[in-house]
């Protein structure tokens, strides 16, 4: 891949980035590293009011969405060509029963028309529980990694809208466990991770690996217009298996796309490779 002229294309240049969560602490150290490059964070706008995590305020759109409405929102705050925004989501892991975070950090170059998305996704430390103890609470909070990771208290249920956010501390954790156990109908209360980036450093962490995939990305040029943002789009199963030969489910190849216009090559990955037979249908039905 080639990246010297992509990645002079953003040296020195300034960004704006929309949070009100400290995301420029992991963010801005990389761009600096990587162009010589400033992000400038906005301000004056509520990112929560787009959704929140504790599901108070839904999310309008999906996840890409969201992201582009924040870089976008911190281009006209801040009156710049270019803007960066990063955007979270919690489910079921692809695999297994535990959490899992897929983060979105979203570039908006209006200058060139393009949008370069980078990503990663891993484990989370996303819990939650109903408890009517102290000794319960106290249990919880420790699996939860309190009070490195902050907490989220309501009364009865997930959607009780008597929310005390951001708890990073023993003493407030137990006043507001108390005060929503009195203002509970069920005797129980219900109590979660706080999601937010700047209360949450595993999902923070999570924001840094994603920053550097989109940074990897800005680097990469087309090499037919020479637009930064080339990238995989999808890998080509068909490795032929080294017991049978037949096809198996492992790349052979990767399609790559440009982000400004329509090129795309086929980039062969398993010359000299043979796929494993547990991925074939054949040796492995």
């Known amino acids: 891949m080639?990246?010297?002229?992509?990645?002079?294309?953003?040296?020195?240049?300034?960004?704006s980035l929309l949070t009100q969560h400290g995301k420029e602490r992991v963010m801005s150290p990389?761009?600096?590293e990587s162009f010589g490059a400033t992000l400038a964070v906005a301000t004056g706008f509520d990112t929560d009011s787009l959704g929140s995590f504790t599901r108070d305020i839904t999310r309008h759109g999906n996840q890409l969405e969201a992201a582009r409405k924040k870089a976008e929102k911190g281009m006209d705050l801040l009156d710049l060509p270019c803007g960066i925004a990063s955007e979270g989501s919690?489910?079921?892991a692809p695999f297994g029963f535990f959490p899992w975070n897929i983060e979105l950090?979203?570039?908006?170059?209006?200058?060139?028309?393009?949008?370069?998305?980078?990503?990663?996704?891993?484990?989370?430390?996303?819990?939650?529980?109903?408890?009517?103890?102290?000794?319960?609470?106290?249990?919880?909070?420790?699996?939860?990694?309190?009070p490195g990771h902050g907490l989220v208290?309501?009364?009865?249920?997930?959607?009780?809208?008597?929310?005390?956010?951001?708890?990073?501390?023993?003493?407030?954790?137990?006043?507001?466990?108390?005060?929503?156990?009195?203002?509970?109908?069920?005797c129980t209360v219900f109590i979660e991770s706080d999601l937010r980036?700047?209360?949450n450093p595993t999902r923070m962490e999570?924001?840094?690996?994603?920053?550097?995939?989109l940074i990897e990305r800005m680097k990469s040029e087309c090499p037919q217009c020479?637009?930064?943002?080339?990238?995989?789009?999808?890998?080509?199963?068909?490795l032929p298996c080294r017991d049978c030969d037949l096809p198996t489910g492992e790349a052979r190849a990767e399609r790559w796309g440009c982000v400004a216009a329509d090129h795309f090559e086929i980039r062969e990955v398993g010359e000299g490779r043979l796929g494993d037979p547990s991925r074939c249908d054949r040796c492995n039905p």
């Not at 080639?2 to 960004?15: L, N, P, Q, T, V």
């Not at 009364?155 to 501390?169: F, S, T």
Request: proline content about 4%; aromatic content about 10%.
């Open 2 to 15: 080639s990246e010297s002229c992509a990645a002079d294309s953003y040296r020195g240049k300034r960004f």
């Open 197 to 199: 980036a700047h209360m």
């Open 30 to 32: 990389l761009f600096a």
């Open 105 to 146: 950090v979203f570039l908006v170059d209006r200058a060139r028309g393009i949008e370069i998305v980078g990503r990663a996704q891993g484990m989370a430390r996303h819990l939650h529980e109903q408890v009517a103890t102290r000794g319960a609470l106290d249990a919880f909070a420790h699996r939860a990694g309190f």
């Open 226 to 238: 020479g637009a930064p943002g080339f990238w995989i789009l999808e890998q080509i199963a068909g």
């Open 206 to 213: 999570m924001i840094r690996t994603a920053t550097g995939n």
């Open 153 to 186: 208290v309501r009364p009865d249920g997930e959607n009780d809208p008597r929310i005390r956010k951001g708890l990073v501390e023993w003493p407030l954790l137990h006043a507001a466990f108390d005060e929503a156990l009195a203002q509970s109908s069920s």
């Open 90 to 92: 919690f489910g079921p």
